[in-house]
């Protein structure tokens, strides 16, 4: 039996002691085998023993690095890094592997259009750093995009998600007490929803929203 068939007999039977002994074994040989990598890095994440997690990451990152081109599965691997970083509440590192993903997504893209990685993702991610740039309270930097946010949805007419970006916007704002910026994105929302009599749970909000500024 190989090495690689070991380790995934140990990992059937959750023995990741074993399996990790096994991975080790592999990487004395070739430190830059990506599977062993991989699942030594996974081992460690199904044991909640993230900074050794973050580490082996890391070093499977500096393989994939080494490569022509990204691949799908870096960008998931980098976008998982961000969301461990997030988990543990290093902000700033989850900042810098967001950004990292996103440069991913846009180059793997680029090289691969006709087996994209969805716009969902960059989506996700566009929301991630609205949310991590709000902790870091670098407003400037999550209403930059947020302003992406905000075109994507308008130009798409996705108006639920439309209205979420604007209310977002506007609590930037109200944080920043630039309150006649936060008037003006309310007035213009007030405009789009109006006229549309599907969406009054919206409009409602935006009105109380707006009394609360004023008064």
């Given at each position: 039996?190989?090495?690689m068939?070991k380790?995934?007999?140990?990992?059937?039977?959750?023995n990741?002691?074993?399996?990790?002994?096994?991975?080790?074994?592999?990487?004395?040989?070739?430190?830059?085998?990506?599977?062993a990598l991989?699942?030594?890095?996974?081992?460690?994440?199904?044991?909640?023993?993230?900074?050794?997690?973050?580490?082996?990451?890391k070093?499977?990152?500096?393989?994939y690095?080494?490569?022509?081109?990204?691949?799908?599965?870096?960008y998931?691997m980098?976008?998982?890094?961000?969301?461990?970083?997030?988990?543990?509440?290093?902000?700033?590192?989850?900042?810098?592997?967001?950004?990292?993903?996103?440069?991913?997504?846009?180059?793997?893209?680029?090289?691969?259009?006709?087996?994209?990685?969805?716009l969902?993702?960059?989506?996700?991610?566009?929301?991630?750093?609205?949310?991590?740039?709000?902790?870091?309270?670098?407003?400037?930097?999550?209403l930059?995009?947020?302003d992406?946010?905000f075109?994507?949805?308008r130009?798409?007419?996705?108006?639920?998600?439309?209205?979420?970006?604007?209310?977002?916007?506007?609590?930037?704002?109200?944080?920043?007490?630039?309150?006649?910026?936060?008037i003006?994105f309310y007035?213009?929302?007030l405009?789009?929803?109006?006229d549309?009599?599907?969406?009054?749970?919206?409009?409602?909000?935006?009105?109380?929203?707006?009394?609360?500024?004023?008064f």
């Amino acid at each position: 039996m190989s090495r690689m068939s070991k380790v995934f007999k140990y990992l059937d039977d959750n023995n990741y002691e074993k399996a990790l002994e096994e991975v080790n074994s592999i990487l004395q040989k070739d430190p830059y085998d990506i599977s062993a990598l991989k699942i030594k890095a996974e081992i460690y994440y199904r044991q909640n023993r993230l900074q050794k997690a973050l580490i082996t990451y890391k070093e499977l990152d500096s393989v994939y690095e080494q490569l022509p081109a990204p691949l799908q599965e870096q960008y998931y691997m980098i976008k998982l890094i961000a969301r461990i970083y997030t988990h543990i509440n290093e902000t700033v590192q989850a900042i810098k592997y967001t950004k990292k993903a996103v440069q991913i997504y846009e180059l793997y893209n680029k090289t691969n259009p006709a087996i994209p990685i969805h716009l969902k993702e960059k989506i996700f991610l566009s929301f991630n750093l609205t949310e991590l740039y709000t902790i870091e309270k670098e407003f400037n930097k999550a209403l930059s995009h947020y302003d992406w946010l905000f075109t994507f949805y308008r130009t798409y007419e996705d108006l639920e998600s439309f209205a979420d970006v604007i209310l977002a916007i506007v609590d930037l704002f109200t944080k920043q007490t630039f309150y006649q910026k936060a008037i003006k994105f309310y007035t213009y929302a007030l405009q789009q929803y109006e006229d549309i009599e599907e969406y009054p749970g919206i409009i409602g909000l935006i009105h109380y929203s707006l009394r609360n500024i004023y008064f």
